[in-house]
């Protein structure tokens, strides 16, 4: 039996039947591969590079200077190493009646500094303020500090000149213009002194009294190996947890840079969802070209039953030819894919890393695995039909309706596509919320075209023209295949306008939640009697609509009665949240960008105390609706119980608080205030002006940790938007799968038609206005389908404000008729040229 296959499935190349199968394959597969190569080593390199943001692939945070023993076993490892010394101190310039001071942050580096990411450095204040400076793997020479531009006009100092810390005087010879692992923390905010670790000591700063922040910076020693660091960390947490180590907290990228763990986070969702749609299109063509192999496969099957062949001969014989055809078509794919996804790193080259990881065999078993199981679930229900060829269509030349068993398996194709979406996106609901959309766009498309046959008939009188009754008349003799067609067409249609009109309502969508006017700027320590002055300075510097939000520091004694107590947590994260002040805030309305999920907003009534709680802090203090909260604010003691609960946009950088009272129960709490704001580049001088006025106000420039996000963020939308532009041109061949799917029946009715005295010019009018029919039909349910994808995807996995566009069902309708016409005539050309005749002899 395998070597009739064999020669049967070398009969069936020959002659052409396997080519149609075989490009629709290694085209599906490819498209999968290609994107599978490009976007792991993608997704591998950003998570990769990302780790620049922390300065190294692991830290170890702690209170006290780590232990000696873990650092002997991260270099026993074979692990590079850098230390960092962080707190907040006063800077010094000038002498005597004329010397200024100024809070700063100060950070002791080691050599080596930082493992990942790269310092730049300048002595331009201008180049200095737009992050532009040479890159460099030094640190501050012992007796001289790198300093951040904004602190020479707070201090009226210069490079070159001389700065106080504590005991000991430097000499400012550099400008920092950008420093890979600031952070967001609190401590960060404050104009950055860096000096030699080994000056730290001099100048007496560093005691048991000073809030000193320890870092140890851990890397491999190769960017693209992580199993060692893996394997550190998680010796590291064993020695934590055995040892009951208090004051260390273990930061990576996921817990160390919220908001850029989100961007990447949302990153891969789109790349899954490249994924996810060539899943679909590869299905679709799969089961194009299988059901059409079965059709021109039905008189040869016939032939095989009379010359005594058995069902499960024949079965077994196509089953061994697909399958050889499915192996070489995804191991073509796969070679296909490889070689595709390096076009696709020479056209994004200028915005990914030269070095980016190496290869990975995932992908390449993915694509054999997958072209094997699509063709398998696709192509199974068709070959069950050719087991089930009667003997008399040798004579009679009628197909029988298709067995049980045969449409049973309809439903194996569901599983396996559903598996494969599943295994693709990795996101379990970014997979079902697609597959969910697709396979319920194919059964109500399915319904809407056999309803609009239905109501055909209706319309065959509706105008007197041969051509249109011709074409109404073709499209019910065979509502099968035009209904297949038209769902066909829809999902491919779909598929390509969540490419194309949607992908770019996503991307704009994605864009907008950082938008040009994202706050770079905030203003704390803003005293009750000096919120209008500042918000008058705002005004003159061009700042627009910045909201000046009341803070009040309180710490949190007691829940529903409870003392908050050393022993209350167990969680590192709920202990140093508890322990530390939160910032309160107290207002009538939400602000802007908080959702509320749980409960409801509180009603401002004297005597009531409610509050609103983020609900990250609430599952990490167990927090819930009802509870209680007992706050200490300066000896004002505040209880309030919780009515809400309140989602944050953390990647949004906009000012937000774990907490907020009501106004009322807040009255008299010691209140300073705060406001974040985008300030234009011509404002750079705000902040100087503004601390002459103002001494005790802080201004915080976070206008390197916006750029730092914006840039991973624009390099991601550029690379997937490559990658929609490669999926896009595999989806345009599976439409033309669809379309010609249906030549062979096409065939012979022209034929019989010309016998039967039909014009080529009435025939050919007929096709046109029944592609026209067919195509605006599909476009429309396509359409409809892809818009209320985008707005699912939108509102549910991206999280994103949706806005419909009417411009989607004009292309969709547009590319619909388009697109039927174009395939109609590519399938069909050549059969109103040749005789009556000779066609149905050939069909």
């Known amino acids: 039996m395998f070597l009739q296959s064999l020669r049967m499935t070398a009969r069936d190349w020959r002659a052409g039947e396997l080519r149609f199968l075989l490009v629709a394959l290694v085209v599906a597969v490819s498209a999968l591969t290609a994107v599978g190569f490009f976007v792991d080593r993608m997704r591998a390199g950003l998570n990769r590079d990302a780790h620049q943001l922390i300065g190294a692939d692991l830290l170890i945070n702690s209170d006290q200077p780590v232990r000696a023993d873990w650092r002997r076993e991260a270099q026993r490892r074979g692990l590079l190493l850098a230390d960092t010394v962080t707190f907040p101190s006063m800077a010094q310039a000038g002498i005597g009646m004329g010397s200024q001071a100024q809070l700063?942050?100060?950070?002791?580096?080691?050599?080596g500094y930082p493992l990942r990411g790269t310092l730049r450095i300048t002595r331009d204040p201008d180049a200095a303020g737009a992050a532009l400076g040479t890159p460099t793997h030094a640190t501050p020479a012992p007796g001289t500090v790198w300093v951040d531009a904004n602190l020479l006009p707070a201090l009226n100092t210069h490079v070159g000149a001389t700065l106080q810390l504590g005991d000991k005087t430097f000499t400012i010879t550099q400008l920092i213009a950008s420093e890979p692992d600031r952070g967001a923390s609190f401590v960060n905010f404050a104009p950055r002194v860096m000096l030699a670790l080994e000056d730290l000591k001099a100048t007496g700063l560093v005691d048991n009294f000073a809030r000193v922040t320890y870092r140890m910076q851990v890397a491999a020693p190769s960017k693209n190996d992580r199993a060692r660091v893996d394997d550190y960390e998680h010796w590291l947490r064993a020695q934590i947890k055995d040892g009951s180590v208090k004051g260390v907290r273990i930061e990576s990228l996921e817990n160390g840079r919220p908001e850029m763990r989100a961007t990447l986070d949302r990153a891969e969702l789109f790349l899954s969802l490249v994924g996810l749609l060539s899943a679909m299109l590869a299905a679709v063509a799969i089961a194009m070209a299988?059901?059409?192999?079965?059709?021109?496969?039905?008189?040869?099957?016939?032939?095989?039953?009379?010359?005594?062949?058995?069902?499960?001969?024949?079965?077994?014989?196509?089953?061994?030819?697909?399958?050889?055809?499915?192996?070489?078509?995804?191991?073509?794919?796969?070679?296909?894919?490889?070689?595709a996804h390096y076009v696709l790193l020479e056209l994004v080259g200028k915005l990914m890393a030269t070095d980016l990881p190496p290869v990975s065999p995932l992908p390449a078993?993915?694509?054999i695995a997958t072209g094997m199981l699509l063709l398998v679930g696709f192509?199974?229900?068709p070959v069950l039909q050719l087991r089930n060829v009667p003997h008399n269509r040798v004579i009679r030349r009628e197909q029988a309706a298709p067995q049980p068993m045969a449409l049973a398996t309809y439903g194996l194709a569901i599983a396996v596509f559903v598996a494969l979406l599943l295994w693709q996106a990795g996101d379990a609901r970014l997979a079902l919320t697609t597959a969910g959309g697709f396979l319920g766009g194919f059964g109500l498309f399915a319904l809407i075209a056999w309803l609009g046959l239905r109501s055909l008939k209706y319309l065959r009188g509706a105008f007197d023209h041969q051509g249109w009754r011709f074409a109404i008349t073709s499209l019910q003799r065979r509502p099968a295949t035009t209904v297949v067609q038209v769902v066909s067409l829809s999902l491919g249609l779909m598929a390509l306008l969540l490419l194309t009109v949607i992908r770019g309502e996503l991307m704009s969508a994605w864009r907008t939640t950082m938008p040009p006017d994202t706050p770079?700027?905030?203003?704390?320590?803003?005293?009750?009697?000096?919120?209008?002055?500042v918000e008058?300075?705002?005004?003159?510097?061009?700042v627009k609509?910045?909201?000046?939000?009341?803070?009040i520091r309180g710490r949190l004694v007691a829940v529903n009665g409870k003392p908050i107590l050393p022993s209350t947590y167990s969680d590192d994260r709920a202990r140093a949240l508890a322990d530390r002040e939160f910032n309160l805030s107290t207002m009538k309305e939400p602000p802007a960008q908080n959702q509320i999920i749980a409960g409801h907003w509180y009603i401002d009534a004297p005597g009531v105390a409610e509050a609103s709680v983020e609900q990250g802090i609430a599952r990490t203090l167990h927090l819930k609706?009802?509870?209680?909260?007992?706050?200490?604010?300066?000896?004002?003691i505040v209880e309030a119980k919780i009515t809400s609960l309140r989602k944050l946009e953390w990647g949004s950088i906009r000012p937000n608080f774990f907490v907020i009272i009501n106004p009322a129960a807040m009255a008299g709490a010691p209140t300073t205030y705060m406001t974040g704001f985008h300030l234009p580049a011509h404002g750079a001088a705000f902040a100087n002006k503004l601390a002459r006025t103002y001494p005790n106000v802080t201004v915080i420039d976070v206008s390197g940790i916006l750029r730092q996000v914006q840039d991973v963020l624009d390099q991601v939308v550029t690379a997937v938007e490559f990658l929609f532009l490669f999926t896009l041109a595999s989806g345009v061949l599976v439409l033309y799968a669809a379309l010609v799917g249906s030549t062979f029946e096409r065939t012979r009715e022209a034929g019989l038609l010309r016998a039967l005295g039909a014009t080529r010019g009435q025939l050919a009018q007929a096709q046109r206005i029944e592609f026209v029919l067919v195509g605006s039909l599909a476009g429309l349910l396509a359409a409809s389908g892809a818009a209320a994808m985008g707005w699912a995807l939108a509102t549910y996995q991206f999280k994103f404000e949706w806005t419909f566009e009417p411009t989607v069902w004009a292309v969709g309708i547009a590319a619909g008729t388009v697109c039927a016409l174009v395939g109609g005539w590519l399938g069909l050309r050549n059969v109103l040229r040749q005789p009556p005749l000779q066609t149905l002899r050939e069909a």
């Open 104 to 111: 700063a942050s100060v950070k002791a580096v080691s050599k």
């Open 290 to 339: 299988a059901r059409r192999f079965m059709q021109r496969h039905l008189d040869a099957c016939a032939m095989l039953r009379c010359l005594g062949m058995t069902q499960n001969q024949v079965f077994a014989m196509y089953l061994i030819e697909f399958a050889l055809v499915g192996l070489a078509g995804s191991v073509l794919g796969v070679l296909v894919g490889f070689g």
């Open 365 to 367: 078993l993915q694509g």
């Open 379 to 381: 192509a199974l229900p």
């Open 520 to 533: 770079n700027r905030f203003i704390i320590n803003i005293m009750p009697d000096q919120r209008q002055g």
């Open 536 to 542: 008058q300075q705002l005004a003159a510097a061009g």
């Open 545 to 551: 609509d910045a909201v000046l939000y009341p803070m």
């Open 625 to 636: 609706l009802g509870d209680v909260m007992r706050f200490d604010m300066a000896g004002q």
